[in-house]
């Protein structure tokens, strides 16, 4: 007995036998493979084969991502955008704020809230002379300390990136940052953007120019720019160190020479305003000097002498700042800690005496 006679079932003939055997030749003729189905219906091999192929490409794809170091997810230092801010609806308004947020007897070490003024009250003019410099200057404290704070933590972020190389480069090109092998993505993309913000690719530079300003040389040049806070760019525009711009958004110096088109920057915030100005002093060549003398000291009055350019009135200008300095006790502001942002115990110091090493 052959072996299809002995696997046919007992109702098929010889006759039908031969068809069931010319229908599988005819099959065999037509392919040359053993067709696939789906349950019972037949489907199409090369479509298997493109869509396992594609599969194992998709499959592919997010291995690579969930294999990337861990790095990639690193958070890079944010600003405070979520701190307590105070509204105040006039000078006397502001006192009581202040006073009642910890703000107003402030000594050499208190630990400083981290809550801040959005804007001076119109009538803080109004007040008599010390009291409108004590507020002024306890406004201006959290204000300055917080957007310090933002630099030491780029600063930070920006030294561990540059531990991993075992032969530190010293120039970041811009254009050339695929050649950094150990770099996450956003550890590539936060070097590209201090490039640009701080206007420097040398390595050096960069770290001249990532470091913060003493707390007593903000308040001092914020109380001789905007006259205590009670100018009209003080008032209007947030704008506590008379920072010029070129934009159409700004406000007009009433004395703008013929011929002039600058204005008076405008911002959103106090803190706004002081982020701007140690940016400023950061990165614009007019003040490299400044950061050239902070390499050796974070004296004020030492540091005074680098903002020879900052007024058309020179060393007249430097003099009535460190007068300033002096006369006001500035610099026992340096030596405030500012409280944790949500009123956790982290701290951060800034010492007027204290060497950026």
């Known amino acids: 007995m052959n072996r299809l006679a002995s696997n046919r079932p007992p109702d098929v003939t010889q006759e039908q036998e031969k068809v069931v055997v010319v229908k599988h030749k005819v099959v065999s003729v037509k392919h040359d493979e053993t067709p696939i189905y789906f349950g019972r219906q037949p489907i199409d091999s090369g479509m298997v084969r493109m869509i396992s192929g594609l599969s194992l490409v998709i499959l592919f794809f997010f291995l690579t991502i969930l294999i990337q170091p861990s790095s990639v ?14 509204e105040a609806n006039s ?25 801040l003024v959005s804007k001076f009250p119109g009538d803080l003019p109004s007040l008599d002379a010390p009291t ?31 531990a991993k190389f075992a032969q530190p480069p010293r120039f ?10 150990g770099l996450s993505q956003n550890e590539v993309l936060f070097l590209q953007n201090l490039c640009r913000k701080y206007r420097a690719t040398e390595v050096a530079d960069l770290r001249r120019r990532i470091n913060p300003v003493p707390v007593s040389l903000i308040m001092a040049q914020g109380a001789l720019e905007s006259a205590w806070g009670g100018s009209r760019f003080a008032l209007e525009g947030n704008n506590l160190f008379g920072i010029w711009t070129w934009d159409k958004v700004g406000l007009v110096p009433s004395d703008r020479d013929e011929g002039k088109s600058h204005s008076v920057a405008a911002y959103a915030s106090l803190l706004e305003s002081v982020r701007a100005y140690i940016l400023m002093i950061n990165r614009v060549p007019a003040y490299n000097e ?7 000291t974070m004296d004020s009055l030492v540091l005074a002498n680098g903002l020879l ?25 340096d030596q ?6 949500g009123g956790l115990r982290d701290r ?10």
């Open 73 to 86: 997810f690193i958070r890079f230092p944010q600003r405070f955008n979520s701190v307590p801010t105070i």
């Open 91 to 115: 000078a006397e308004d502001l006192l009581r704020q202040l006073k009642a947020n910890n703000l107003w007897e402030v000594q050499a070490f208190s630990e400083v809230p981290a809550v």
């Open 132 to 162: 409108q410099k004590k507020a002024f200057l306890h406004v201006l404290l959290p204000a300055a300390m917080i957007a310090l704070s933002e630099v030491e933590a780029e600063r930070a972020a920006f030294e561990r990136i540059m």
């Open 172 to 181: 970041l090109n811009t254009e050339d940052f695929g050649r950094f092998v």
């Open 290 to 296: 400044l950061r050239e003398i902070r390499e050796a």
């Open 309 to 333: 350019q900052y007024s058309e009135r020179g060393s007249e200008y430097v003099a009535d700042l460190s007068q300033l300095i002096r006369s006001n006790d500035l610099q026992i502001y």
């Open 336 to 341: 405030c800690f500012l409280a944790g942002k």
């Open 348 to 357: 951060v110091r800034f010492a007027s005496l204290t060497n950026i090493q």
